[in-house]
């Protein structure tokens, strides 16, 4: 009887296993996939960001003692 009960629990057991199968790869393959595309999309981006002009430029140099980074050249009136 026990035998019998044994094999019964290993037989039931075995059939509630939970495996991901081809569901779950293809859930992961795409948002790989989706993962590729969005970092490509967010370098095509970076590359359009233009550096802003340092002090060799001949920029407006901000003076960083003024609050709000009002350039150093300006006057401002209060």
């Known amino acids: 009887m026990t035998l019998a009960a044994l094999a019964a629990a290993a037989a ?3 059939a509630n296993d939970v495996e991901p199968g081809v569901l779950g790869f293809l859930v992961v393959a795409a948002m790989g996939v989706a993962l590729v595309f969005l970092l490509r999309s967010m370098n095509k981006q970076f ?29 401002r009136s209060e």
């Open 12 to 14: 039931s057991s075995s």
């Open 47 to 75: 590359r359009k960001i233009t550096p802003a002009p340092g002090p060799d430029a001949g920029g407006d140099e901000l003076d960083d003692d003024q609050p709000g980074g009002v350039p150093s050249g300006s006057a």
